[in-house]
Structure formats: structure tokens, C-alpha cells
């Protein structure tokens, strides 16, 4: 009876657009795996074809994932080699893999990443933001109300926030961000590596008349990028002008509540932190 040792399933990063950007080692584990899981056949098809490979393939989608952990662990328990791969990028960063890797991992499985393109970290590099700390928030709600929500949850951070959006939504997004973080410095990054590559940088007001007058911009894939909230702990000239803000808001008879939110939107930081300094600069007054 021969027995084999378990295979392993390689967890490869494919190119998000120029196909040179897939590294010598991915296309070596692309070629020797016995078989490759895809999140769509037909699209991973044409960058096996553009490498001579004739890998066998299988799908592996949002929809049938989970059905798909016993029929691959099978195949590694027999001894063969799988590559994980996506339409576009890094597996499992917004892409299909996660519950796979996951179920494997639990059984013991050997999984070995193959690193490459990421759209997100592609972005970060080429933005001009700060990157010492960023928080990757996915895809942001379909909902317009949801969406306002996540980005006022979001609002608070100080880190770098960094979104995947889509052509027919990001009208919708940067509508949100006009109501929701009106002053903040937003980068958008879109076709990257493709031939129409392309960074824009302004408020989102900025941002929304530029794609306004060039539906062209408007098409592709995009990362968002949007500046953190400055602490809330400013120096001293920061200090006096939000301070003189919040007079001004007050004088204006604007109320603590809805000073603070506005506060929060145009300056960053905590609500509650604003909330409890107009107070106290109202009972001074």
C-alpha cells in the first residue's frame, strides 16, 4: 500500500493588471501544482495561457467555498499540491480564501503564502499619505445610510483609511465623504499598473467635480484613501483655533451636541473628547 505525505496548498498573488508583475516563484507554483483553485476559471485561464501553463483548474468562489474544503482537502491528502489563487491580487484580501485557508489550517494542512500585487498596499506606496499605520476597511456598504455610518465609525481613527470601491459606486462614496469627513485630504488610486493608471488627490467636494467633468476618471477599480484624524491632543496654535471654532459655533448658537459632531468631521478625533470641551467652554461663557 503506498502512502503519501500531504500535499501543500500555495496561497499565490496574481498580477492586478500588468501581467509582468507576477513573480518568477508564482509562476513556477503555477506551473508544478497539480491543480489551481480559482475564484473564476475562465478569467484565470487567460494568465495561464500567457504563461504556457495548462494547470488543471476548479472554481472556488464566495458561493461554493465552503462546499469546496472536503473535495480539496481530499486532494492534499493524496499527496497533491494546490495553488490558491484570485481574479486579481493577494487571496483572501477581499477575494475568496479566507474560510479555506482557515478549515485547513485547523486540520493541520501545510500553506505557504507566495507574496505579489496588492492593490491596496500598490496604492498606499504611490499616495503620498501616511503609511507608518493604515486601517483597511474593504468594500464600504452598498446602503447610502449604512455607508454614512461605517465612514462616521471610521471617522474617529487616526491612522490612514484605505477602501476598495467600484466604478458604479464611487460617485456614491465620495458623496458620503463630503457629509461625513468634509475637510479631509482623499486620495484616489484607479487602473493600477494598467495602462490608464491613475492617482487624484483633493476633498472629496474636489474629487467629485474632477469625475463630474471627466466621466473617464469615474471607470475602473479604484482604492480610496483618506487622511486619519489629527489627535485630538494639538499643539498650542492648533489648540486656540479649535478652541476659537467652538466659540464661534456657540456664539452662533449652534448646541454642544451638534458642535461636537461638526467639530469631530472638520478637525478628526473623538466626538465625546469635543463634547466635553464645548461644555466646558460654555460654562465658562
Not at 240 to 252: F, P, V, Y
Amino acid at each position: 500500500m503506498t502512502h503519501h505525505n500531504p500535499g501543500t496548498l500555495y496561497v499565490v498573488a496574481t498580477p492586478i493588471g500588468n501581467l509582468d508583475d507576477l513573480t518568477p516563484r508564482a509562476a513556477r507554483v503555477l506551473a508544478e501544482v497539480t491543480r489551481i483553485a480559482a475564484e473564476d476559471t475562465r478569467h484565470s485561464a487567460r494568465l495561464l495561457a500567457h504563461l504556457g501553463v495548462n494547470t488543471p483548474m476548479l472554481s472556488l468562489h464566495e458561493h461554493n467555498e465552503a462546499r469546496r474544503v472536503d473535495t480539496l482537502d481530499g486532494y492534499l491528502t493524496a499527496g497533491e499540491n494546490i495553488a490558491l489563487i484570485s481574479d486579481a491580487g493577494t487571496p483572501l484580501i477581499s477575494d475568496p480564501g479566507f474560510v479555506l485557508v482557515r478549515e485547513l489550517r485547523a486540520r493541520g494542512r501545510h500553506i505557504v503564502p507566495i507574496p505579489g500585487p496588492c492593490a491596496l498596499i500598490a496604492a498606499l506606496s504611490g499616495a503620498g499619505l501616511p503609511t507608518d499605520r493604515f486601517v483597511f476597511g474593504g468594500f464600504l456598504p452598498a446602503k447610502p445610510g449604512a455607508r454614512r455610518q461605517a465612514l462616521e465609525d471610521w471617522s474617529a481613527r487616526e491612522e490612514t483609511l484605505v477602501f476598495y470601491e467600484s466604478p458604479h459606486r464611487i460617485m456614491h462614496t465620495l458623496e458620503a465623504l463630503k457629509e461625513t469627513l468634509p475637510a479631509r485630504a482623499v486620495v484616489l488610486a484607479r487602473e493600477l499598473t494598467k495602462t490608464f493608471e491613475t492617482f487624484l488627490q483633493g476633498t472629496p467636494e474636489e474629487l467629485l467635480s474632477q469625475l463630474t467633468e471627466d466621466p473617464n476618471q469615474a471607470r475602473g477599480e479604484f482604492v480610496v484613501m483618506v487622511a486619519g484624524a489629527l489627535p485630538v491632543a494639538q499643539s498650542e496654535h492648533q489648540d486656540i483655533s479649535a478652541d476659537e471654532l467652538m466659540k464661534t459655533l456657540l456664539d452662533e448658537g449652534v448646541g454642544v451636541k451638534q458642535g461636537a459632531a461638526i467639530v469631530a468631521r472638520m478637525l478628526g478625533g473623538r466626538k465625546q473628547e469635543w463634547y466635553a470641551r464645548l461644555q466646558a467652554i460654555k460654562a465658562e461663557h
